[in-house]
């Protein structure tokens, strides 16, 4: 019974390549949200999605970031041309339903060099 | 924009005390959650409360939702080292897509 998976742990890119983050949710979770993570700043909301559907990227930014959450497979985070200010903890949770608590993976530490 | 403020941002005290952090918001939420996060991991899931003035129990810690749904608190009762960590609170939006907005914790450290 594994819980969120993410991977990988840790990520170093150089300034302009991409970055792809994934997130196996648990078995029978359909939601699915991603949120960033600096110190000091408490974790921000990205992206909710569930199977084929974006269903809120309002906390996403308009360039550069994008989500997916395919019918098989885990949901991606991708991330084109990164920026040194897109080093951050990346965590992604799932819950069963709304108003359910979140299960959270261990995240992707992603440095920009 | 609906945010979460939690007070204090940083506590230290002795094994044995008690203490009490706080989750403030000027929004209602239809639930709110705490979450205790360790150093290199995920958040974990302590409590839901969903009815204003609902007060639940976890062993040692009190979690108490304010009668208009907007506060929050916890209360830990003779602190352990164990209960070290960064403790966030998160309210459930309501209206639109419903997610969770998360206050910037309270970063506990409880000294032997």
């Known amino acids: 019974n594994a819980g969120v998976m993410q991977n990988p742990r840790h990520l170093v890119r150089r300034r302009g390549q991409e970055a792809r983050l994934r997130c196996s949710p648990m078995?029978?979770?359909?939601?699915v949200y991603w949120y960033r993570q600096l110190p000091e700043e408490g974790l921000k909301f990205m992206v909710y999605?569930?199977?084929?559907?974006?269903?809120?990227e309002s906390g996403m930014p308009k360039e550069r970031f994008s989500a997916e959450f395919p019918k098989e497979g885990p949901s991606i985070l991708r991330i084109q041309q990164v920026v040194r200010g897109d080093s951050a903890a990346y965590f992604c949770?799932?819950?069963?339903?709304?108003?359910?608590?979140?299960?959270f993976g261990s995240g992707t530490r992603l440095t920009v060099v | 924009t609906q945010l979460l403020e939690q007070s204090p941002q940083f506590l230290s005290i002795q094994e044995g005390e008690n203490l009490t952090v706080y989750c403030n918001s000027s929004s209602v939420f239809s639930s709110l959650q705490w979450y205790r996060q360790e150093p290199g991991e995920g958040p974990v899931l302590l409590v839901t409360?969903?009815?204003?003035?609902e007060v639940k129990k976890l062993k040692r810690l009190t979690f108490q939702f304010g009668d208009a749904r907007k506060d929050s608190s916890l209360h830990i009762t003779a602190a352990q080292p164990g209960d070290t960590g960064l403790y966030l609170c998160a309210g459930l939006t309501q209206g639109g897509s419903e997610k969770l907005v998360f206050g910037k914790g309270t970063k506990l450290t409880v000294n032997p």
């Open positions: 078995k029978g979770h359909s939601h």
């Open positions: 409360v969903v009815t204003g003035g």
């Open positions: 949770a799932s819950s069963p339903a709304l108003r359910y608590g979140y299960t």
């Open positions: 999605l569930q199977k084929e559907n974006i269903i809120d």
